[in-house]
Structures are given as C-alpha cells and as structure tokens.
C-alpha cells in the first residue's frame, strides 16, 4: 500500500546548530502533511503542518518544506536546543480519507550539548 | 487543544486475557482513532471510532481481535482481546474536531505487556 519512510533513523545534532529532518512520501493524492514530535512515554505532539497547495510553511523555530515533484518532505528546525531532542514523525492525509493519518518511520533527534 | 487521557497508563496481562482500555476528552469531538506503536516503530492506524455505529477497522486489524465503542462524542474503548506476546505495545487514542486540517490530539498512551 502507500507509504511515508524517513531517510535517517537517527540525527545527532550540536545544540545551536539547525536540525533538517527528510521524509519521502509516495502517495500522490496525499493533500495534507503534519509533523508530529514524540517524547519518551508520550503521544506525538502537532508541530507544524503544511497543505499540498503550499512549498513552505514556517513556525517558530520550524520551517516545512514541500517538493511534490519528488514528494519529499522536510522538518527544519533552527538553533537546535536540547529540549527537541525526541523523535520525529512525518505523516500524511489524503482529503477523501477521513481525517486518516499515515505516519512515517520516524526519525530520532539527539541533540548534544 | 483537547486534554486526552487514557487508562489503564501502563499494565501487564497473561496470554490470553483480554484488556479494555479507556479513552476520555474534555470536549466534544468529531473523530476519535486507536492506534498502536509496537516498541520503537511508528504509528499504526487500528480503527477509527464512530459515535453510533460500528467501528471502521484498517487492513490487518478485525473487531474479534479489537472490539471498539464509542457510546458519546468525549469517550471510547479499544479492547485487546485474547492477548499474545506480539500484543504487546503502546495503544493510543487520538482526536479530530471535525474534517478539513484540523490538528489531530494524542492521548499519551496506554503501554502493555503481555507475558
């Protein structure tokens, strides 16, 4: 069936320094994607999201990329501080799914001091 | 937002028992979802709870195996029904006020151990 992957497990990071988390989705009808944060024995906490009809959304200290014509999609995250450290989830949802959300293989985020 | 929580937080089971686990929000909401994140893996969508009717399952998910309510819009149960090993995994209630992109809430999890 459709799918979402990450290209790393896990990305160690210096604190200060922007992180960049990639995602490759392969659902072309896929019109909404989140990313969610996950830290140890929690659920996944909404990040930042971004619709198909954008390239770029940004948040504080987060910014989304898009590129549907490779269907990736990107997490940056600027000035990396320890308290990101978790893991990253990309997710997507298709409009005619019902508010059903895939989610990727997540990535870990470790950020050294 | 919406608060979730869910209980049992953690518990162990003996092969063969069933689980029921409880999923409360503090307001009203369109869609509730189970899913369930085996121990270091990402999330998998079981079933989508809805309010008054039978539960919509996913492929490779049967309501034998994970039987769903949803008596109201603020509560639902998942039931693990006879439990194996491979059950073993961090359940999870999530939350959507209503179609379109709307933020999806997470409860923070029930993990379980079957022995």
């Known amino acids: 069936g459709e799918s979402v992957g990450l290209h790393l497990p896990t990305l160690s990071v210096q604190e200060g320094d922007n992180s960049i988390i990639n995602c490759a989705y392969s659902?072309?009808?896929?019109?909404?994607f989140i990313w969610y944060k996950q830290e140890s024995g929690k659920g996944p906490q909404f990040i930042i999201d971004i619709r198909s009809n954008m390239d770029k959304r940004q948040g504080q200290r987060v910014t989304v990329l898009l590129n549907k014509t490779v269907k990736h999609l990107s997490l940056q995250i600027a000035a990396t501080q320890p308290g990101d450290s978790a893991v990253y989830f990309c997710a997507e949802r298709w409009s005619g799914g019902y508010q059903k959300v895939t989610f990727g293989t997540g990535t870990k985020l470790q950020v050294i001091p | 937002s919406a608060v979730i929580s869910q209980k049992p937080s953690r518990d162990i089971c003996q092969r063969g028992t069933s689980l029921t686990i409880q999923c409360q929000v503090d307001?009203?909401?369109?869609?509730m979802f189970w899913y369930r994140q085996q121990p270091g893996q990402s999330l998998t969508l079981i079933a989508t709870a809805n309010q008054g009717s039978e539960a919509t399952y996913e492929s490779g998910f049967v309501i034998d195996k994970f039987p769903i309510s949803r008596p109201n819009l603020t509560f639902s149960t998942l039931t693990v029904s006879n439990m194996s090993p491979e059950d073993s995994s961090i359940y999870l209630c999530?939350?959507?006020?209503?179609?379109?992109?709307?933020?999806?809430?997470f409860g923070p999890g029930t993990r379980l151990t079957v022995l």
């Open positions: 659902n072309s009808a896929s019109d909404y």
């Open positions: 307001s009203q909401v369109t869609m």
């Open positions: 999530s939350v959507a006020r209503g179609t379109g992109d709307n933020e999806q809430f």
